[in-house]
């Protein structure tokens, strides 16, 4: 059963606009309070089992969907691709078969339970809501009621927004630049230099974020700026400069 505190949350997201926006993060934290959750993101899935972030509600947040992002696995992609919840309530147990190379990563960043629900509606796949506790612990049963019916709103508001002539995303956004545009402006170049495709270009630029421990983000900035080449054979370990 939905708590009477979600359901004026969500009652609000129906109702309320503020200068046209139907997610505002003060909202999306408020949201993340109800649920006991130390942070919240809300992001459209992408061809390639891909996501992109439109909503969070603190830095650690937007890092744990970078991170995810990078390696290409984690549990709001996994959610996103099967449609199913995925909620690992203590990251300290041994986790490495399912997303090899990730937990570590998440753990040192101060994550310690992880909760993915999907946008979706039948084989529809929007998009994917995802939470994290800084400290172990499973949601309980009201908590977990809540956090499925801000994932089923947030799939009908998308759905809303997507019969409309607009960006589907307007209504998540306070501008049209979505987080990673200079992760796609990046990807677009290294696809232009290598002569590939930009999916072939984008596994490129993450492999190198990967394996240097770089930030997906600053590694696409050091491309835009030049400061970076990746050249068709690229050892991952090293930047290559003119």
Known sequence: MVSSQMSQLLHDLTTKRDSGLTLPSARLRACAMVLG???????????????????????????????????????????????LPVTEPDLTTNHSARWPGLVPELLALGVRAVFAYPLALGTVRLGVLTGHRTTAGALSGEQDADARALAQRLTLMLLDRAASPHDPTVWLTETSHLHRAEVHQATGMVAKQLDVSPAEALVRIRAHSFHTGRPLLETARAILARELFLTANHPPAGDNRP
Not at 54 to 80: K, M, S, V, Y
């Open 37 to 83: 959750l130390d942070g919240l993101a809300v992001s459209l899935t992408q061809p390639g089992d891909s996501t992109e972030l439109l909503r969070h509600t603190g830095e650690r947040a937007a890092q744990l969907e970078d991170i995810q992002f990078t390696q290409g696995q984690g549990p709001g992609l996994e959610a996103a691709r099967t449609g």
